[in-house]
């Protein structure tokens, strides 16, 4: 088996037929697996964190400039993804061996999905101006932790630097379209930033899905072979972060 159908299983949707070897139910409803998320939201020069990384992708250059007073500029996002065990067990060789060629088809898979990530200024309806990611990605360490479990920490930048005025935020929702996985954040304490100490200072907020009923139970209804009536059904069971300077719920 290519060992980076065995490794993204977890994140793509063609791949969900290699869940069926780890003895999944067929009763067992939508989610399958669960990845815990970490967010690093990177609000200085992301050459300031002199990250140890192998970069995919283009080049990113981010231009000088004086910020206005109360202004802050919002470079990225640093996310750490952590398997569950089930997930992690079949890979475990693959990532101690941390071949090149394993992590660019990583790296390339990520950076595909555009980081299975929504990102919005100042809302999530359709006037809201979406924030695009640059072609690019900063893979800082795909590792086992002390629980026995894969982690996956990279960097996803923005095409451009988001300037926020103490009035803007950023909207993110990160998840699975399939809702085959559960991405999601413990709490919001999951949620920092690279430099706590910015004027004005920068905060976040988490907000938990609101599923309606009729949708719990069509994902409850749900075996593990079967493709959502709706592609981006996960966008209903996604938390929605919410990151300003500062941050006014």
Known sequence: MNQMFRFLRFISLPLIFFFLHLNLSPLQAHPHAWTRLKLVVVNEP???????????????????????????????????????????APVLADVKKGTDLFWAEIATSIEDNKFFTIAKLNGLSKQAKNLEFAHAISMVDIKINKQN???????????????????????????????????????????????????????????????NAAMVDYANSLPPDASPNDPNIGQYFTQTVYVGCPYTP
Do not use: W
């Not at 002199?50 to 202004?71: E, I």
């Open 149 to 211: 479990r894969v982690e996956v920490i990279y960097f996803a930048p923005f095409k451009n630097a988001v300037i926020l005025s103490d009035k803007d935020y950023i909207m993110l929702q990160t998840y699975d379209p399939s809702y085959y996985i559960d991405m999601s954040y413990v709490n919001h304490k999951s949620i920092t930033f690279s430099n706590p100490k910015t004027i004005p200072q920068c905060s976040a907020g988490l907000e938990l899905a609101s599923p």
């Open 46 to 88: 992301p050459a300031n964190l002199k990250l140890n990384s192998r970069d995919y992708g283009d080049k990113v250059v981010y231009p000088t400039f004086k910020l206005q007073a109360n202004h802050t500029a919002i470079y990225g996002l640093l996310f750490t993804m952590e398997l569950d065990n089930i997930s992690s």
